[in-house]
C-alpha cells in the first residue's frame, strides 16, 4: 500500500549492540517524526524532519540515539550501545507538510534488548 | 514534562451511549490538537483535529471541544460502538502526545 513503512517489525538484540530502525515516509510527505511509546506509557517524541531544514533532535533521550533522513526520503534511527531500558515500540509517522496536517504513523517496530 | 495530559487511564461504556475522552494541556501557546485512535499492534490513525481559533469541531459521530481558558478538550463519541474500543491519544501542536485513554465499548 502507499503507507508509512517501518522495519523490521520485531527486532531482539542483546544489551550493548547498536540497532538500525527504518522508515520509508508516504511519498511526497516532507514531514517526518520518530517517536516511542514504552509498556504503558504514551508516545514520546524523538526528532523531527522538516525538508531541508535541520531537524529538532530536542526529544532525543541520550547521544546513543541518532536519525538520518536520506534525501528527503528513507529515515533510519540509530541506537548504538542499546541499553534495557531501550525496549520499546518505536514508532515513524509522516505529514504532508509538517505543521497542523494529521501525522500518518506506521506499525511501528517492537524493539527488545535482552 | 508533561504538556499534554490525559488523566483518565481507561473508560468503559455501553454501546450507544456517548464516551467523553478529556485532555489537558499546560502551554497555552499550543495553536491546534488533535485526536487519534490506535488498535492493539498498529500505529495510530487520525481521528479529529481542532485549532485553537475553534471551540468545536464535529465529524460524523464525533466532537471536539476545546476550552482554552480551562486549558481543557474533550471528544465525544455519540454514540458509541464496539469497533471504537481502542485507545485514544490528544496531541498538541503536533509532536506533544498525551499517555492514552483506553476506551472499551459493551455490546
Known amino acids: 500500500g502507499a503507507g508509512v513503512s517501518q522495519s523490521p517489525s520485531n527486532k531482539v538484540t542483546e544489551k550493548g549492540k547498536d540497532v538500525e530502525l527504518r522508515c520509508d515516509p508516504i511519498s511526497g510527505h516532507t514531514a517526518l517524526y520518530w517517536y516511542r511509546q514504552s509498556l504503558g506509557q504514551g508516545l514520546e517524541f524523538l526528532i523531527y524532519f522538516q525538508g531541508n531544514s535541520a531537524p529538532d533532535k530536542s526529544g532525543l533521550p541520550s547521544d546513543r540515539f541518532s536519525a538520518e533522513r536520506t534525501g528527503g526520503s528513507v529515515s533510519t534511527l540509530t541506537i548504538q550501545r542499546t541499553q534495557q531500558e531501550d525496549s520499546a515500540v518505536y514508532l515513524c509517522a509522516s505529514s504532508l507538510r509538517g505543521g497542523d496536517q494529521p501525522q500518518h504513523f506506521g506499525d511501528g517496530t517492537r524493539l527488545s534488548i535482552l | 514534562d508533561q504538556q499534554v495530559k490525559q488523566n483518565s487511564p481507561s473508560l468503559s461504556v455501553q454501546e450507544g451511549r456517548i464516551s467523553i475522552l478529556n485532555c489537558d494541556y499546560t502551554?497555552?501557546?499550543?495553536?491546534?490538537f488533535l485526536w487519534y485512535k490506535k488498535y492493539p499492534a498498529e500505529g495510530p490513525t487520525f481521528l479529529i483535529s481542532i485549532s485553537s481559533i475553534k471551540d468545536k469541531n464535529e465529524d460524523g459521530r464525533f466532537t471536539v471541544f476545546l476550552n482554552k481558558s480551562a486549558k481543557h478538550l474533550s471528544l465525544h463519541i455519540v454514540p458509541s460502538q464496539p469497533g471504537d474500543s481502542a485507545v485514544y491519544f490528544c496531541a498538541a501542536s503536533g509532536m506533544r502526545f498525551g499517555a492514552g485513554t483506553r476506551l472499551t465499548v459493551k455490546p
Open positions: 502551554n497555552s501557546m499550543f495553536d491546534y
